[in-house]
């Protein structure tokens, strides 16, 4: 089998599953030309065809953020919506077993005219679909989304794949947070689907002493981010920038609990990553977190006004149990190992090859 993925993303979940995965199969990222990589969807269709003709039978898709242009409108989404369209028709003519990862259900940057639409008619043209929850399967279902050829595969840990030498001490001792500080931490790309500017204003309501929340991560939103500025307080410290690899440790092990306070999400990675640095979350039982124990986080429903807020509160007044909780977040997070998870994933190349 030769494997065509598509995108190439800055996440590390790729290349952790893949390189479990090329003692047995041929994996290739397809990417844009270098010197057009603005342009490079423009160069989709013929990349497919001589990628083909090289041999390779599988494409893997697992976003397609790619599509879009930088301009928005009315037209850009109806052409890149009819473009998208004809690439996938082209993926089938070409004789490529279509393999979707249902990273996002419904995109959060909606480049499509009617990205709805566009999934479902996805879902009914691939050979199989991976997910990475039963959760997801059900939410699929609300949406009209065809779930036949459909493999539940969760997300592997994050364990290693940052550094993590520091002690709480060191950590709280670079960002110059006291030692008998309540640290939350929210940690990855700010964006306003992740429900942030909620987070800060539920945490605002419950002026807790000594309790630091601690957002970490870049935010390309200009209008979100000066409104989360607005918002912060005293308390809050805002640190809206990418992260270096060597550096995330220092936030983690900074921290006494994680939260993910998101409005919408399929799978969320910055979950996972939290409890492979063994720390609890705080976040709405939604996607694949509903997986999560409850023995290694605070949850609350989406439709509870005053969850997010009952959850931050809650973990607050339960602090004794935090080193137990963090435990119990790293046994769980360690059972989902990427050598299992490749010889998953192996196994839908393998049926949907020898169909």
């Known amino acids: 089998m030769k494997i065509l993925a598509y995108p190439k993303s800055p996440n590390p979940y790729q290349e952790l599953l893949y390189q479990k995965l090329r003692d047995r199969v041929v994996i290739k990222y397809l990417l844009p030309p270098k010197r057009f990589s603005k342009f490079g969807i423009y160069f989709f269709p013929f990349q497919l065809l001589y990628n083909r003709i090289l041999g390779y039978n599988v494409f893997h898709l697992h976003w397609s953020h790619e599509f879009q242009f930088a301009i928005k409108n009315v037209f850009s989404r109806i052409f890149i919506t009819v473009y998208f369209l004809m690439c996938l028709i082209l993926i089938k003519i070409l004789g490529y077993k279509l393999i979707w990862t249902v ?19 996805l879902s009914k043209l691939c050979d199989a679909k991976i997910v990475h929850s039963e959760q997801n399967l059900i939410d699929m279902k609300k949406l009209n989304f065809d779930v036949k050829n459909s493999y539940v595969i969760p997300i592997g840990n994050y364990i290693d794949v940052y550094k993590n030498s520091l002690t709480k001490i060191q950590s709280r001792k670079i960002l110059n ?15 306003p689907y992740k429900g942030i ?15 630091v929340l601690h957002i970490v991560g870049p935010c390309s939103d200009n209008s979100y981010k000066q409104k989360l500025q607005e918002y912060t307080k005293d308390n809050t410290i805002l640190k809206l920038e990418f ?7 220092v936030y983690f092990n900074a921290a006494d609990i994680v939260a993910c306070p998101f409005k919408r999400i399929t799978t969320s990675s910055s979950a996972i990553l939290a409890l492979s640095f063994a720390k609890p979350v705080i976040a709405p039982l939604i996607g694949n977190i509903v997986d999560i124990p409850n023995n290694a986080g605070f949850f609350y429903n989406l439709g509870d006004k005053a969850g997010l807020k009952n959850a931050i509160l809650k973990s607050f007044s339960n602090r004794s149990i935090l080193p137990k909780m963090a435990d119990n977040a790293f046994r769980y997070v360690r059972k989902q190992s990427w050598n299992k998870i490749a010889n998953q994933t192996y196994e839908v190349y393998e049926e949907v090859s020898s169909n």
């Open 177 to 191: 947070l006291r030692m008998d500080n309540y640290v939350i931490l929210c940690f990855g790309r700010v964006e």
């Open 197 to 211: 500017d909620d987070l800060i204003g539920q945490f605002n309501e419950l002026n807790l002493p000594k309790t």
């Open 243 to 249: 992260i270096a690899d060597e550096d995330v440790q």
């Open 103 to 121: 990273h996002n259900i419904i995109s959060y940057e909606e480049p499509f005219a009617n990205d709805h639409l566009v999934r479902i008619f």
